[in-house]
């Protein structure tokens, strides 16, 4: 559903399906890098140089310092760094179909296309719904964060809720109120996918871990499930709906790209 992180030194971790003679690391457990894996990881730089490999679960994975390094991969070499892992966790998100998910290729680029386009048609259109549902959720945000008569507020959860309503006006063409039960379940079902993820390190990395932990991994599933049945609910009532003349979202948009 929705992520990026910066660091002081720069880093990326890319997996790779083969693995070489020349490792410069022991195999590691994604428990043995701690509780701040990047820190752990920019450490090893200081022994092993800008580029080496670690075994981690049942990966073998490349780890990228500096910026140097980072750009060579990711800038001169992009398309080579540009694909993700077959985890086995991405299998069943969104039934292994998402674009976000899914190995880089020829699938991935159509993906890509057709979701750029229909940016670009509700971008691109007199009425812009995306300039319209920023700029009225900035306003609701701001008088929520006014509501606090002066007085210390944390404004995460405010923010937090805003984003997700600009998204489902962009995705669904409707801002929700804040109780509205299908935004409420929108936002249980990204609270509860988020918490997961990190969660779920051990059965990505590690293959047969799922065999030990089945009920944890079943409420993964059910997650997942609830939000593909919530989506599905919204692509049948847009098909129901739907008219090429005016376009309303991007549900509609990606509609008329695929006709």
């Given at each position: 559903?929705y992520?990026?992180?910066v ?16 490792s ?6 994604p428990?043995?890098l701690?509780h ?17 490999q ?21 800038v ?7 694909g ?5 966790s991405?299998?069943?998100?969104a039934n ?7 190995d ?28 319209e ?5 900035a ?6 964060l ?7 507020v ?8 805003s ?6 006006a962009?995705?669904f063409?409707e801002?929700?109120?804040?109780d ?11 609270d ?16 047969g ?20 049945g ?30």
């Amino acid at each position: 559903m929705y992520t990026t992180a910066v660091y002081r030194f720069i880093m990326a971790v890319c997996a790779v399906k083969g693995r070489s003679k020349n490792s410069s690391c022991n195999a590691l457990c994604p428990t043995g890098l701690g509780h701040k894996p990047h820190l752990t990881l920019t450490s090893f730089r200081q022994k092993y140089s800008d580029v080496f490999q670690i075994t981690m679960g049942s990966y073998p994975t490349v780890v990228l310092n500096g910026l140097r390094a980072v750009k060579q991969a990711l800038v001169k070499q992009a398309e080579d760094f540009a694909g993700r892992p077959d985890f086995y966790s991405f299998r069943y998100i969104a039934n292994g179909k998402s674009m976000g998910f899914s190995d880089y290729g020829a699938k991935w680029k159509l993906q890509r296309k057709i979701a750029q386009n229909a940016l670009a048609l509700c971008a691109n259109r007199k009425y812009n719904p995306i300039e319209e549902a920023i700029v009225a959720e900035a306003r609701l945000l701001a008088l929520n964060l006014q509501k606090s008569d002066r007085e210390p507020v944390d404004p995460h959860n405010e923010i937090y809720l805003s984003v997700g309503n600009i998204i489902c006006a962009l995705c669904f063409g409707e801002r929700y109120r804040r109780d509205d039960p299908d935004f409420q379940q929108l936002v249980q079902n990204n609270d509860e996918f988020m918490a997961f993820v990190g969660a779920a390190t051990q059965w990505t990395l590690c293959h047969g871990s799922r065999h030990f932990t089945k009920r944890s991994f079943r409420q993964f599933l059910r997650i997942l499930e609830t939000m593909d049945g919530l989506c599905l609910k919204k692509q049948r009532e847009h098909l129901a709906t739907y008219d090429p003349a005016r376009v309303r979202d991007i549900t509609d948009a990606l509609i008329m790209a695929t006709e």
